[in-house]
């Protein structure tokens, strides 16, 4: 079904596969032009039928930030044309997003429907006035004519997340008086405007896409019915593909994490496709050529629009196609190297795939001079490293003590909403046998190994740090790898020790459903629902030893999710503690002073990470020898790190 190709009334898609519209980080100046180029082209050469940009805005006042790109100019007709070139080189197509991005601005200068301060930006935006209106229709009119100059098959209107044209449909937002608010069909009329005037301004085959927000997740949004009659307002305006919209970034809602059960939304797509005759995209959490298909031949949608897991693998579809689906390195939804980047102003990349965004600056090229490499750890590090040194033509092995490969993620594939972690270890495996790489097990390093090999790289992980105060009556802290690998029997009142992201985990563990329904999902997120109330079957309390709040260093895309998932089950949190017993009556703590017991009859360490690093001298290493991941520093366990390194140490050899 994926490979199937799209007739529309007067063009074309090659396939049924969209690369989704994500901010890269590489859009804004001249200097990054070849590198968003690179990042397009390796997209439209891996077989994307149809390519959507980051967001530009169609005028200053919609500018995201005050250095983020806009498209309304010659200048960026001449910027543009290498990426539209990129793209048809490979036969694909690609669409430039018009965003105005409303009360979400970051600036001063913000506008929007009615003046109410959005609750994730402190800019109050100024109330559009009818010739403000007016004069940004023609604005986008504007920015669509120039985008076909500049070579883009079409555009994608944004009218969803929150931005500009969703404040206006929602009544959330939308508190005006005049023909733009109250009803229905005024709080639509901008929206209508811009579509039709976009319409007048390109030609019959140009593609105008509209995201429409079928689910605004928030108080006073747009209701099912409503987003139906939208739709076809819309289609009658002169839309030839809706896409679907889910949630607005203030919403409290996970959308695209990776707790969100696979396809969690394609219901919405449904509900749109039912509603309309022209194409529907299904987006979110389907990351899978398996589960694509099933929602296209099921009827869902007739389009799949995949960002994140194009980030992963820019060969997705020609892998898939030529019966390679194995050989696909599946997107994990964490976000660390894409939204957590994109939010903090870094380039976005990939977890599983640090190439990404970086295709100019870290490519695998092939060696001229074969070398015996030795891998000591198959953990993401090392599994990492192995495969990339096999890729420029090394012969590698790789030892590893223990005997499964996987390392600490075959403990994060354990944790409720962790379970795609899978997929990457399942690449792993297929990667080190396509390659013909050699891995042997329950073997540990010895230092006679390093002359039989040219190189050796160092990948042995961490191991957990012991929490160190005194314990009685038989009792001892549990450490949170053998919690996780079900070593150890928990009870029902638990201490977490420690706020970051393993004590969090270490909730969700204790907590939650392992690969949760999309029905559970729902009821439990109150999604077109009232939420379901926990059932608090263990007492958990939360320690760390610093004030302040608590996971402060979680992902800034998804740190509120595990907060907000720890208050559901009820968890007490506790700071600035000092540990003094475990025994019998509970844990003691010292908390301002005055200590006090907890009534619990376990405990779990969850306070990071040491080195495992005696096979090794780290300041006195020979240039043959190597660490990365974990083995070189403890400091968080972090496989972002950890498989940027190995490529680095790669690209080194």
Not at 82 to 103: E, F, M, N, P, S
Not at 123 to 138: D, L
Not at 524 to 537: A, L, M, N, R
Request: proline share 4%.
């Amino acid at each position: 079904m994926l490979e199937q190709e799209l007739k529309l009334p007067n063009t074309e898609l090659r396939n049924r596969l969209v690369m989704g519209s994500m901010h890269t980080g590489l859009e804004e100046g001249w200097h990054n032009r070849k590198r968003l180029a690179a990042f397009y082209e390796a997209r439209a050469k891996g077989g994307v039928g149809l390519i959507i940009t980051g967001g530009y805005s169609p005028n200053v006042r919609g500018k995201l930030t005050p250095i983020a790109s806009s498209f309304n100019s010659f200048y960026d007709v001449i910027k543009h044309k290498a990426y539209t070139q990129a793209v048809h080189r490979h036969g694909g197509k690609i669409c430039l997003q018009l965003l105005h991005a409303g009360r979400y601005a970051y600036h001063p200068f913000n506008v929007a429907p009615s003046a109410i301060k959005a609750p994730i930006n402190p800019y109050k935006p100024k109330s559009m006035t009818i010739g403000m209106i007016e004069s940004t229709v023609k604005d986008f009119a504007q920015s669509a004519k120039l985008a076909e100059k500049a070579g883009y098959d079409g555009v994608e209107i944004m009218g969803s997340e929150g931005y500009l044209l969703n404040e206006f449909i929602a009544p959330h937002t939308n508190k005006r008086q005049d023909m733009y608010g109250g009803t229905l069909e005024n709080r639509m009329r901008f929206a209508l405007e811009i579509v039709k005037s976009v319409r007048k301004s390109v030609s019959k085959s140009f593609i105008i896409v509209f995201r429409l927000s079928v689910m605004d997740l928030i108080p006073n949004g747009s209701t099912p019915d409503e987003v139906t009659q939208q739709a076809k307002w819309l289609v009658d305006a002169g839309v030839d593909i809706l896409n679907t919209g889910i949630g607005w970034h203030e919403a409290r809602v996970p959308t695209i994490a990776s707790m969100v059960p696979q396809g969690a939304f394609r219901e919405a797509s449904a509900r749109l496709k039912a509603a309309v005759d022209i194409p529907v995209v299904a987006v979110n959490r389907i990351n899978t050529p398996d589960l694509a298909n099933e929602i296209l031949q099921t009827g869902d949608s007739d389009l799949i629009s995949m960002a994140r897991p194009m980030l992963a693998d820019p060969d997705f579809f020609n892998k898939y196609v030529n019966n390679n689906a194995k050989e696909i390195n599946i997107c994990i939804g964490c976000n660390q190297g894409c939204l957590d980047h994109v939010f903090k102003g870094q380039r976005a990349t990939c977890l599983v795939n640090p190439q990404a965004c970086f295709e100019l600056d870290k490519p695998i090229e092939l060696t001229n001079m074969c070398k015996r490499v030795l891998v000591v750890g198959a953990g993401p590090a090392g599994l990492s490293a192995a495969i990339y040194l096999a890729k420029k033509g090394h012969k590698v092995k790789v030892i590893e003590k223990n005997a499964v490969a996987g390392g600490q993620f075959n403990l994060a594939r354990q944790i409720p909403g962790k379970e795609d972690f899978q997929y990457t270890l399942d690449y792993f495996k297929h990667e080190l046998e396509r390659l013909a790489i050699e891995i042997e097990f329950n073997k540990s390093y010895e230092d006679t190994l390093a002359s039989q090999f040219d190189e050796v790289v160092f990948a042995t992980g961490v191991r957990p740090r012991l929490a160190k105060f005194e314990c009685k009556d038989g009792k001892r802290v549990l450490a949170y790898d053998e919690v996780i690998r079900g070593d150890v029997e928990v009870g029902e009142k638990i201490a977490i020790l420690g706020a970051g992201g393993i004590g969090f985990d270490m909730v969700a563990f204790l907590t939650e459903e392992r690969k949760q329904s999309i029905p559970s999902f729902k009821a439990q997120w109150g999604i077109e629902c009232d939420p379901v109330g926990s059932k608090v079957y263990r007492q958990i309390h939360m320690l760390k030893r610093s004030s302040g709040s608590f996971g402060k260093d979680l992902g800034k895309t998804t740190g509120w999710i595990h907060r907000a998932v720890a208050k559901h089950h009820q968890v007490v949190q506790h700071a600035d503690c000092e540990y003094i017993r475990f025994d019998n009556s509970g844990l003691v703590v010292k908390q301002n002073g005055i200590e006090k017991t907890l009534d619990v009859d376990t405990v779990i360490a969850c306070i990071g990470q040491e080195s495992n690093d005696s096979l090794f001298d780290k300041n006195n290493l020979p240039t043959n020898l190597h660490v990365i991941g974990g083995a070189k520093l403890a400091a968080a366990i972090d496989a972002k790190r950890a498989i940027a390194e190995a490529l680095e140490v790669a690209r080194k050899i």
